[in-house]
């Protein structure tokens, strides 16, 4: 879409007259303005519904948009009150509508992405109403289901026409063909919710859905980059995803109470995210209302503000003294990101630890790189794959591994270390442009010198957990109880102890089965990072109970004899830890003390019958199995045996009939016999009598002399008579 079209392009939201909706209308606007490229002029109209108030009025206003009042169209559905922006009368003097939810922000130039002759809407995330159940609603109302050509963009299901109509852009001319079917349909399903069952709440887009296929209008599928979700991110996105570059970002509810938008685990969106952070940053609410400079709402047109009589470009449409705060010599610098390092000895806790500061907005990596759970680890170990290889690679290459430690040099930039030390480079060239990110490997601990050439301001979340626990665990995963377990355990906590104070965080996995949401802002504030309370609610949700394999306190330490000198640097780490630890358990305890190796050794050995057992019980219910298989396989056969038996006696009894018919049959053939016999006697009889003699020569005679004299006298005789 060229500047020129662009001015005969109309883009407008519907907001509830309601705190949270209208500020998102004035987000969004805010966004057009800022980074809308050609189309950051373009006019813009808020439709209000039922009223709105005086302050956000203004502050619209004064970004230049026009504000409509509208009726509520659907008091069951708040969500199709969009309507009432496509039947605007400004509308008719459009070639263009662009349709936005609120909750969107304008991140780049939309304006390729548009046209003024196909409807153009991005397929739905996902099925929010089911393929089937859109093709009964077709049925019922007498349309030919589509073939399933599209996709949906998060997961790849088949579907007909579905869309998500957050972001819609239409022709004008297509809008009396396309709206009143689709407010027909609403009100339909709205009369009838049976109609979708559980699929109701997004009547909305299946009517849409309805609409344009009754009466289709031509029609472009716009790519995921014009209507980007940030709130799926608990589904496995495509590479697609991974890599767009999002025009329209639709954040739903992840923005915070000042206004700034959570972080992103997609790293374009995130950069695009915290352009729109800063720039709101710069913006003070005084200077906010000035962004647009004198406009006249009422004819939807808009001034490009100008400093010093130089005209600015259309997308930095901003008071003068925020474009001297972004741009000129008073431009802050950049903050520095957050960069964070989970660390701590394998089974201290730090996979749980890592997916709840993930859930704080901490990028961990896409999805396609983490590691996949495992028995031991069900929930998964929240590890991107690359830096667990690059971590193996640098401990192998230093001649050891996670549980034989090498001995580190002074310098990563020799020979095979030095090429390891470019493909760290290029991973954190990767991520260097997120404001917050990190990754989780318990080998950081043994690393870490490495790490932190590479990375100077690098911060260490250092997981802690009992060493008695610790050493049980690992046991119980197939360690030997020997002694090398306990220093394995020393030497990954010294080596994190060696971190400067300042550039580290211990936190102890047993605090978050009391106190979780306390402990992990602790984290976080000692991080730099901020997050809200239902942030913080949520990510907490993941600790269970069930994942705490062995309850240990630190007081039980005591009555276990576990090496001084490890139970005192243990000590020294739980001091750091928090507050919670309040008692300190005594180095030398009151009565006898128990061998940690025994209690290892006992562990190894129920680990032990343990694996027996459930190997037993894996043969008992496979032996179980297979004689249910045998019984039912002797049934089987007893069944078949019967059958045969059945055939048998049937045979038998076909076998006897036979017999007997074939008996009756022989008597019948003698008797036939007999009687022929009886009857050639008969006839020999007859034919030996002077009388048959006779006759036998009285018929040569006939036939031979009577015969043809009669022929020939008995024409004559016909003359005579004539």
């Known amino acids: 879409m060229s500047s020129e079209m662009s001015e005969k392009l109309l883009i407008g939201c519907v907001a509830e007259n309601d705190e949270k909706y209208l500020s998102q209308a004035v987000r969004l606007v805010r966004s057009l303005r800022w980074f809308g490229g050609l189309l950051g002029a373009a006019d813009f109209v808020v439709c209000a519904v039922e009223g709105i108030e005086r302050a956000y009025r203004d502050e619209l206003?004064?970004?230049?948009?026009?504000?409509?009042?509208?009726?509520?169209?659907?008091?069951?559905?708040?969500?199709?009150?969009?309507?009432?922006?496509?039947?605007?009368?400004?509308?008719?003097?459009?070639?263009?509508?662009?349709?936005?939810?609120?909750?969107?922000?304008?991140?780049?130039?939309?304006?390729?992405?548009?046209?003024?002759?196909t409807l153009r809407i991005k397929m739905a995330d996902v099925p929010t109403v089911s393929t089937e159940a859109l093709e009964r609603v077709c049925g019922y109302f007498g349309l030919r289901p589509p073939e399933r050509r599209y996709r949906t963009t998060q997961d790849q299901t088949p579907t007909i026409w579905y869309c998500n109509a957050g972001v819609i852009s239409c022709p004008v001319r297509f809008i009396p063909r396309l709206i009143?079917?689709?407010?027909?349909?609403?009100?339909?399903?709205?009369?009838?919710?049976?109609?979708?069952?559980?699929?109701?709440?997004?009547?909305?887009?299946?009517?849409?859905?309805?609409?344009?296929?009754?009466?289709?209008?031509?029609?472009?599928?716009?790519?995921?980059?014009?209507?980007?979700?940030?709130?799926?991110?608990?589904?496995?996105?495509?590479?697609?995803?991974?890599?767009?570059?999002?025009?329209?970002?639709?954040?739903?509810?992840?923005?915070?109470?000042?206004?700034?938008?959570?972080?992103?685990p997609y790293p374009a969106s995130q950069r695009r995210i915290e352009e729109f952070n800063n720039r709101l940053r710069a913006t003070s609410p005084g200077e906010a209302k000035k962004a647009s400079g004198d406009v006249s709402p009422d004819r939807f047109?808009?001034?490009i503000i100008r400093n010093d009589n130089t005209a600015l470009?259309?997308?930095?449409?901003?008071?003068?003294?925020?474009?001297?705060?972004?741009?000129?010599?008073?431009?802050?610098?950049?903050a520095e990101p957050v960069v964070v390092c989970i660390a701590g000895m394998h089974r201290s806790g730090t996979s749980m630890i890592a997916r709840m500061i993930q859930s704080c907005g901490v990028y961990l990596g896409p999805e396609r790189e983490l590691a996949e759970p495992f028995?031991?680890?069900?929930?998964?170990?929240?590890?991107?794959?690359?830096?667990?290889?690059?971590?193996?690679?640098?401990?192998?290459?230093?001649?050891?591994?996670?549980?034989?430690?090498?001995?580190?040099?002074?310098?990563?930039?020799?020979?095979?270390?030095?090429?390891?030390?470019?493909?760290?480079?290029?991973?954190?060239?990767?991520?260097?442009?997120?404001?917050?990110?990190?990754?989780?490997?318990?080998?950081?601990?043994?690393?870490?010198?490495?790490?932190?050439?590479?990375i100077p301001n690098l911060k260490v979340v250092i997981c802690l957990r009992n060493p008695l626990a610790v050493l049980q665990s690992l046991v119980r995963r197939g360690s030997p109880p020997d002694e090398s377990l306990v220093e394995l355990w020393l030497t990954y906590n010294?080596?994190?102890?060696?971190?400067?104070?300042?550039?580290?965080?211990?936190?102890?996995?047993?605090?978050?089965?009391?106190?979780?949401q306390q402990e992990l802002r602790r984290v976080l504030e000692l991080l730099g990072l901020s997050a809200s309370d239902d942030t913080i609610e949520r990510a907490c949700s993941?600790?269970?109970?069930?994942?705490?394999?062995?309850?240990?306190?630190?007081?039980?330490?005591?009555?276990?004899?576990?090496?001084?000198?490890?139970?005192?640097?243990?000590?020294?780490?739980?001091?750091?830890?928090?507050?919670?630890?309040?008692?300190?358990?005594?180095?030398?305890?009151?009565?006898?003390?128990?061998?940690?190796?025994?209690?290892?050794?006992?562990?190894?050995?129920?680990?032990?019958?343990?694996?027996?057992?459930?190997?037993?019980?894996?043969?008992?219910?496979?032996?179980?199995?297979l004689q249910t298989k045998l019984e039912t396989q002797t049934t089987e056969s007893e069944k078949a045996v019967k059958l045969l038996q059945a055939g048998e006696e049937e045979i038998a009894s076909l076998q006897t009939q036979l017999e007997t018919q074939t008996t009756e049959s022989e008597r019948e053939i003698q008797a036939l016999q007999t009687r022929v016999t009886e009857k050639q006697a008969e006839l020999d009889k007859i034919t030996n009598t002077l009388g048959w003699r006779l006759l036998s020569r009285y018929g040569r005679i006939k036939h031979r002399f009577l015969i043809p004299a009669y022929r020939f006298l008995r024409p004559n005789a016909s003359d005579g008579k004539r």
């Open 61 to 117: 206003e004064n970004l230049g948009a026009a504000i409509r009042i509208v009726p509520r169209f659907d008091q069951t559905n708040p969500l199709f009150n969009k309507i009432q922006l496509f039947r605007l009368p400004d509308v008719g003097r459009y070639e263009t509508l662009l349709y936005l939810d609120c909750d969107t922000i304008i991140a780049r130039d939309p304006s390729p992405y548009l046209s003024n002759s």
């Open 375 to 454: 028995p031991d680890n069900e929930n998964g170990f929240w590890e991107n794959r690359e830096f667990v290889k690059l971590n193996e690679a640098l401990l192998r290459e230093l001649g050891g591994s996670w549980d034989t430690p090498p001995r580190l040099p002074d310098s990563f930039n020799t020979g095979k270390l030095g090429q390891l030390r470019g493909r760290a480079q290029e991973l954190i060239d990767r991520l260097g442009p997120l404001k917050q990110w990190g990754w989780k490997d318990p080998r950081n601990s043994l690393t870490l010198p490495f790490w932190r050439q590479l």
């Open 313 to 334: 470009k259309p997308f930095e449409i901003a008071a003068a003294n925020d474009l001297k705060r972004l741009d000129g010599e008073r431009r802050s610098p950049r």
């Open 542 to 625: 993941v600790v269970s109970w069930d994942l705490r394999h062995q309850r240990l306190a630190n007081e039980e330490l005591r009555a276990v004899e576990i090496p001084d000198h490890v139970v005192k640097h243990y000590l020294e780490m739980c001091s750091e830890a928090g507050r919670f630890f309040q008692e300190r358990p005594a180095a030398v305890a009151d009565g006898p003390r128990r061998n940690y190796l025994d209690i290892l050794r006992l562990i190894r050995l129920e680990t032990e019958i343990e694996a027996r057992e459930k190997l037993l019980q894996a043969r008992e219910e496979e032996i179980a199995s």
């Open 180 to 264: 009143p079917a689709w407010c027909e349909f609403e009100l339909a399903f709205s009369a009838n919710p049976d109609l979708l069952g559980p699929y109701q709440h997004h009547r909305s887009q299946a009517g849409l859905a309805l609409a344009f296929i009754a009466d289709p209008v031509p029609f472009e599928e716009l790519p995921v980059v014009m209507n980007f979700p940030l709130h799926l991110t608990h589904i496995e996105s495509t590479q697609e995803m991974a890599e767009s570059d999002p025009v329209i970002l639709h954040y739903h509810h992840l923005v915070d109470s000042a206004g700034y938008l959570l972080p992103s």
């Open 301 to 303: 047109e808009t001034e």
């Open 494 to 516: 010294k080596a994190l102890m060696a971190i400067p104070p300042e550039d580290r965080v211990i936190t102890h996995y047993a605090v978050y089965f009391h106190t979780p």
